[in-house]
């Protein structure tokens, strides 16, 4: 059935240091969205990706879609506190549901 | 717009009773998401709807669990009898299908079964 995994399952990094989080589906995706979620919060969109080999930026967060649009990344250039939150991605086949990754919990020490 | 509410945000119970939380999507929106959500398996989806019509249910574990959507503007998942291993956070999200396929998620029921 689909899969989406993440990598790492948690991240530690000193503010100021860069962060990425990878995303694998085992099936090609139509789409893949990505959400932040805060500690004791809920999940929050973030973007959406479609094209193939799309990269899009939000300040100091990039986000990429593999060519074969089975893999996604979020990269965020020098963390800051707020950033702190479970990331998760989330690949969508068609019409149907979205599926979530397992998310990457990231701690930021300042 | 307020938003996806769920009701009650925090819930206690003891095990062998009936749970229901409550969930009232986006106005607008056609499809609805139930969700549970625990360290150990992350975040789950358990069922959602499209038209208040349940579409796909393979995620709820067992008979205990059901959902209903009466309406496009109320949703309900009941557990019964609860168990403690149904302690989780119960996430209901909403979109609408057609468009960016965004889903809004509501704050969450933080359940605790003793």
């Known amino acids: 059935g689909q899969q989406v995994m993440q990598i790492p399952q948690y991240q530690h990094v000193q503010e100021g240091e860069d962060f990425t989080t990878y995303c694998n589906s085992s099936?090609?995706?139509?789409?893949i969205q990505w959400y932040k979620q805060r500690p004791g919060g809920h999940p929050v969109f973030l973007i959406q990706?479609?094209?193939?080999?799309e990269v899009k930026k939000q300040k100091r967060l990039t986000f990429q879609f593999g060519e074969a649009k089975k893999n996604s990344s979020l990269h965020i250039t020098a963390t800051q506190t707020t950033d702190v939150g479970t990331y998760f991605c989330?690949?969508?086949?068609?019409?149907?549901?979205?599926?979530f990754g397992t998310g990457t919990r990231l701690t930021v020490i300042p | 717009d307020a938003g996806v509410i769920q009701s009650p945000r925090h819930e206690v119970t003891e095990m062998g009773q009936e749970v229901t939380l409550r969930c009232k999507p986006i106005?607008?929106?056609?499809?609805l998401f139930w969700y549970r959500q625990t360290m150990m398996r992350g975040l789950e989806l358990l069922i959602y709807f499209n038209n208040n019509v349940p579409i796909d249910d393979s995620g709820m574990p067992e008979d205990r669990f059901s959902a209903k959507m009466p309406n496009a503007s109320f949703s309900t998942l009941k557990i019964q009898p609860s168990e403690p291993r149904d302690s989780a956070v119960y996430f209901c999200?909403?979109?609408?299908?057609?468009?960016?396929?965004?889903?809004?998620f509501g704050p969450g029921t933080r359940l605790l079964v003793l």
């Open positions: 099936t090609t995706l139509s789409n």
């Open positions: 989330a690949g969508q086949t068609g019409a149907n549901n979205l599926f």
């Open positions: 999200a909403s979109r609408f299908s057609g468009g960016q396929e965004t889903q809004y």
């Open positions: 990706l479609v094209k193939s080999g």
């Open positions: 106005s607008g929106h056609n499809s």
